[in-house]
Each structure stands twice: as structure tokens, then as C-alpha cells.
């Protein structure tokens, strides 16, 4: 088994919390050249720029520079091979863009304060243009994607809801559609290019991914094949190739669950211990509408989600609606914590087998999170909703959110 959204914080730059100080010196090899990435952001002045390469674990930094009255800054660098650089600015660490420079390169981006780093221009450095054409794009299907949810809840009430979501739906398969076709051409047109790591790494939503790493294998694995003969001692193209061989060894673990599980088919049971101990059974909640959601305390992605869903736990609370959630641990004390800091308040539970869970093995999970909606019947109704799509769903399903009743005391599972 293998977690799917791992793999992307190898290029999708973290929030950095602690601002370096001074400007490290700046030696050249004779195998390193000297690159340059200059810039012009409107609102941007007074503010200081940095440089850092992504490393295995974190960034090393590489130059930092003010940013003049014009909005102007200049930062250097020494490389032997292309490689992943992000650009930030103090004032706002976790509006961060990647860049791929190579030697000898200048590389200019330009934008607005005010639309980092969504919208951005660069050019200098083909790879870098590559990106910065991946992001624009992810932006406008984005947009499409936002507009659609907006539409659907202003016509919540409408007696034609049916009809109208009937049409949203139709749109919004379109626009996945031709993100995934833009990409699939990006890949073929680009086929040796750093930043199809990029490619493979973007999500539309947060539990949407445009490449799925278990339908969309073949992509990953000859994406890897050509990178790895290409840039064979690059970080980033080792860790990816890694990555595919996880999922390699992990495609007959869960093949035959996952394909076996499908809307309209019976929930399989499962039957877990709790972090008192207690074992419940899925069937138990029979009656009710039941999230079945995966999670992991070492995911981060997997908390960010459980934040999203804590919130309609509690809009949807009194409507019939329950969350069960499946942690895939080998630590207790890390579930225990987890449980805790998040304020969980549903039945979480789990057989500290991390990947070798039985309820992993019975519902086919390859990546983290991932949920199933599951019916008063215990029929699955939906699966791998990501938090809009669920909010979307239980309206259609449970209605309006009941107002809560007095406050009732929740203890952790």
C-alpha cells in the first residue's frame, strides 16, 4: 500500500515558519554555473525575496534580496543541472511558486502582490514557463470548479434543483475532462521536461487529483522511466521513481477490493477496536448515513481534511448523520494525540496495522484520505467525496441542516 498524496509534498512548497536572517555565501565549481532570477512585483516593495532549493526534507537557502521602491529584485544561485527552487516573499511565506532554472539562465518573473501566486509570469527558463503554464491552468478549471458550487447552493430552494444540478454536473465533468486532457498532452508534448513532476502532483480539489497514481500508473511509471535516464541524480526524480515502485508492489494488495466496490454495491462490514478498546461494527450505525472516512495522524493531508469534515459533522449532526473513521496507525500514543488535538468527537477507530488493516484490505484504499458515503441501508452512495462534494451531497440527500439542539457534552472514541 502506498499513500498517494506523500509524494506531493516532494514539490508542492510547505509554509516555512522561521525567516533566514542573512545571506549565505555563494561558492562555484567548475562543474556549477551561476543562475539569476530577477524580478518585478507590483505592491511589493520594502518587502524581502527568497531563494531556496527543495531538498529531502525541507529547503536550503540560497540568496534573499530587498525588494527596491519599484517593486525590483535580483537573487543568484549556482547549479550543475536543472533543479526545483521556490520563490516567496517575507511578508506571506505560504504564497510560494516553483521555479526551474538551469545554468546560465536568467530567469525573470513578474506579477501582482495581490494575485501571488496564482497568477505570475515568467520567462528565461523553459522549464519554469512550464510551471508557471501548469498553475495558470489548474487556476482557470479552479474557477469553473468554485463557480459551479456557488451556482449550486444559490439554487438550493429552486424546485428544479434536479434539473439544474443535472446541468452542473455536466459542466463540471467537462472541465475535469479537459484538465486531464491538457495534462495528458502536457506529459506527451513535454516528455523530458523536470516539471512534468509538477504535472503529476497537481490536485483540482483536494482530494481530486488530475493523475490518479492507481488508474493512472502507466503515466507515472513513464514519466519516471524517462526522468530517471535523463537526470538520474536528481532528488526529485529519485523520489519519484521511489514513488512508483511503491505503488508497483501495492497494486495487487487492494486491487481486487477496489474494484469490486462501487456506488449502489453493500457497505462491506468491518468491525474495529476503539482507543478504549471497544470494538464496533460498522452495521451498528445501520439506519443512519455513515461517512466511512480513512485517515492517518502522519498524513497531513489527512488532518487538513479532518478539519473540513469536523465542520459539517456539526452542520449535519441532526440529520441523521454519523462520521466513522478508520485511522491507519502502528502508534497508538500518535492516534491517541491525534484524536485529541483534533477534537474528534465520532467513532474513530483502527487495528494499529497501518496498511494492513482489514478495512483497508475490505474497501480497497490506496491513498489518504478517502472516504465512502454509505446509505440507512448500508448501500455506498458516494465515494472519495472531497468536503464540498460531501456538503453538496448530503443536502441532496439529508436536506437542510437542522439547527442544533442545547449543546450536548462529546467524548473522543
Known amino acids: 500500500m ?15 515558519t522561521a525567516a533566514v536572517a542573512g545571506c549565505m555565501p555563494k ?18 516593495a520594502g518587502d524581502t525575496a527568497y531563494l531556496k ?20 529584485f535580483r537573487l543568484e544561485g549556482s547549479i550543475s543541472d536543472p533543479d526545483f527552487y521556490i520563490l516567496h516573499f517575507a511578508s506571506d511565506n505560504s504564497r510560494q511558486i516553483t521555479l526551474i532554472p538551469d545554468t546560465s539562465q536568467v530567469v525573470k518573473v513578474s506579477g501582482k502582490v495581490k494575485d501571488f501566486p496564482d ?14 503554464n501548469l498553475i495558470h491552468k489548474m487556476r482557470d478549471t479552479r474557477a469553473v470548479c468554485d463557480s459551479l458550487g456557488r451556482i449550486f447552493r444559490a439554487n438550493i430552494d429552486a424546485p428544479n434543483l434536479a434539473g439544474i444540478k443535472q446541468k452542473l454536473d455536466s459542466v463540471y465533468s467537462l472541465t475535469v475532462n479537459d484538465q486531464k486532457k491538457f495534462s495528458l498532452s502536457f506529459l506527451k508534448d513535454n516528455p523530458e521536461a523536470l516539471s512534468q513532476i509538477v504535472c503529476l502532483s497537481q490536485y483540482i480539489a483536494p482530494k481530486l487529483p488530475v493523475f490518479d497514481p492507481a488508474k493512472d500508473f502507466d503515466s507515472y511509471n513513464e514519466v519516471a522511466g524517462r526522468l530517471v535516464e535523463r537526470y538520474p541524480d536528481n532528488l526529485q526524480t529519485r523520489k519519484l521513481a521511489s514513488y512508483v515502485e511503491k505503488i508497483r508492489l501495492s497494486q495487487g494488495t487492494a486491487a481486487q477490493g477496489l474494484q469490486q466496490l462501487a456506488v449502489g454495491q453493500p457497505a462491506p462490514e468491518i468491525a474495529l477496536p476503539t482507543i478504549k478498546g471497544d470494538t464496533v461494527k460498522l452495521s451498528s450505525l445501520k439506519g443512519k448515513y455513515i ?10 493531508e489527512s488532518k487538513a ?8 459533522y456539526w452542520k449535519y449532526r441532526y440529520n441523521n448523520f454519523v462520521v466513522c473513521q478508520v485511522a491507519l496507525e502502528s502508534n497508538a500514543d500518535d492516534w491517541k494525540n491525534a484524536v485529541k488535538a483534533q ?4 467513532v474513530s ?49 439529508v436536506g437542510k441542516p437542522i439547527k442544533p439542539k442545547p449543546k450536548e457534552e462529546t467524548t473522543n472514541q
Request: aromatic share 10%; hydrophobic share 40%; net charge negative.
Open 2 to 16: 502506498t499513500e498517494m498524496r506523500l509524494y506531493n509534498k516532494l514539490i508542492v512548497p510547505a509554509v516555512i
Open 27 to 44: 561558492t562555484e565549481s567548475d562543474n556549477h554555473t551561476k543562475f539569476e532570477v530577477v524580478g518585478e512585483f507590483e505592491g511589493m
Open 53 to 72: 532549493l527543495v531538498k529531502d526534507n525541507g529547503y536550503e537557502f540560497i540568496d534573499s534580496a530587498r525588494v527596491d521602491a519599484d517593486g525590483h
Open 119 to 132: 497568477n505570475y509570469d515568467v520567462e528565461g527558463s523553459p522549464e519554469s514557463e512550464n510551471v508557471c
Open 291 to 300: 461517512l466511512l472516512d480513512f485517515w492517518a495522524s502522519w498524513s497531513p
Open 305 to 312: 481534511n479532518t478539519e473540513n469534515l469536523n465542520k459539517l
Open 343 to 346: 477534537k474528534i468527537p465520532w
Open 349 to 397: 477507530v483502527s487495528d494499529m496495522k497501518l496498511w494492513q488493516s482489514s478495512a483497508v484490505e475490505a474497501y480497497g484504499v490506496r491513498s489518504l484520505p478517502y472516504n465512502f458515503l454509505i446509505g440507512p441501508d448500508m448501500t455506498i452512495k458516494a465515494m472519495n467525496l472531497t468536503a464540498e462534494k460531501l456538503d453538496d451531497k448530503l443536502l441532496e440527500l
